[in-house]
């Protein structure tokens, strides 16, 4: 049994991994995806808003082996089409620095760019559910529309979009047993392997709880958050 818990542990580990880094990098990067998404540029919306359909319109395990296979057979098809046109050592050691990562680095490509599309469609329902007479009153007052932004849009928009990105990172932690299917030795990963290994679904019942405690202390943290945020209340 201690040994079970030993390598669910260390499962665990892979999967905080997983989910601290998504967020560290998928937070900010969501910011100017809605910029670009809430842009008066025809063309970067356009752009934005087809991310925005493949990210949110495909399964996040289907985007997971794109990411890791798909480079791998990008460099293979150059490799053997342009070998002998491009003799440059530099070109093929870039492409190849480029196109070729381990699965670890993959998950968290695929992660960090699913999460950013929900979290930037998140940030621009907290932005346009502000009222239109706090931008004129801003522009009355002469801020410019940084100042605006930065001092009285983003403020808010963190209060209300707060119980909205709670559900997407409690989400977040169920979806990093996704991990194992491009091999990645997360919790559930570990949980599988131990039940097969020990004939017993005791592990799986593990893991599970594992999963509910960490969403235990997302909900604590959230909740915390919005009662700092309640000032009003």
Same mark, same amino acid.
């Given at each position: 049994?201690?040994?079970?818990?030993?390598?669910?542990?260390?499962?665990a580990g892979t999967s905080l991994e997983v989910f601290f880094l998504t967020l560290i990098f998928s937070l900010p990067l969501a910011l100017p995806?809605?910029? =670009?998404?809430?842009?008066?540029?025809?063309?970067?919306?356009?752009?934005? =808003?087809?991310?925005?359909?493949?990210?949110?319109?495909?399964?996040?395990?289907?985007?997971?082996?794109?990411?890791? $296979?798909?480079?791998? @057979?990008?460099?293979?098809?150059?490799?053997? +089409?342009?070998?002998?046109?491009?003799?440059?050592? &530099?070109?093929?050691?870039?492409?190849? $620095? #480029?196109?070729?990562?381990?699965?670890?680095?993959?998950?968290?490509? &695929? $992660?960090?760019?699913?999460?950013?599309?929900?979290?930037?469609?998140? @940030?621009?329902?907290?932005? !346009?559910?502000?009222?239109?007479?706090?931008?004129?009153? &801003?522009?009355?007052?002469?801020?410019?529309?940084?100042?605006?932004?930065?001092?009285? /849009?983003?403020?808010?928009? /963190?209060?209300?979009?707060?119980? +909205?990105? =709670?559900?997407?990172?409690?989400? #977040?932690?169920?979806?990093t047993a996704l991990a194992q299917v491009i091999g990645v030795a997360e919790l559930f990963h570990a949980a599988q392997n131990a039940a097969s290994? !020990?004939?017993?679904?005791?592990?799986?019942? /593990? &893991?599970?709880?594992?999963?509910?405690?960490?969403?235990?202390?997302?909900?604590?943290?959230?909740?915390?958050? !919005?009662?700092?945020?309640?000032?009003?209340?």
């Amino acid at each position: 049994m201690l040994r079970m818990i030993g390598i669910m542990l260390r499962g665990a580990g892979t999967s905080l991994e997983v989910f601290f880094l998504t967020l560290i990098f998928s937070l900010p990067l969501a910011l100017p995806v809605t910029l =670009g998404r809430m842009s008066k540029n025809w063309p970067l919306k356009k752009i934005v =808003g087809l991310y925005l359909l493949v990210m949110r319109g495909t399964p996040l395990i289907l985007q997971l082996i794109f990411i890791y $296979f798909g480079p791998k @057979y990008l460099l293979q098809f150059l490799t053997s +089409a342009l070998s002998d046109s491009i003799r440059s050592e &530099a070109f093929w050691a870039a492409a190849k $620095f #480029l196109l070729s990562y381990n699965r670890f680095t993959a998950v968290i490509i &695929a $992660f960090v760019l699913n999460y950013a599309a929900y979290f930037a469609e998140i @940030y621009r329902g907290g932005i !346009e559910s502000l009222p239109k007479g706090q931008y004129e009153a &801003a522009k009355v007052l002469g801020f410019t529309r940084a100042q605006t932004f930065m001092r009285i /849009v983003l403020p808010q928009m /963190v209060k209300r979009i707060l119980p +909205a990105t =709670g559900n997407e990172v409690i989400t #977040l932690v169920k979806d990093t047993a996704l991990a194992q299917v491009i091999g990645v030795a997360e919790l559930f990963h570990a949980a599988q392997n131990a039940a097969s290994r !020990e004939f017993s679904t005791m592990p799986i019942f /593990v &893991a599970g709880l594992f999963y509910l405690l960490m969403n235990w202390v997302v909900t604590v943290v959230f909740s915390w958050g !919005e009662k700092k945020l309640s000032y009003y209340s």
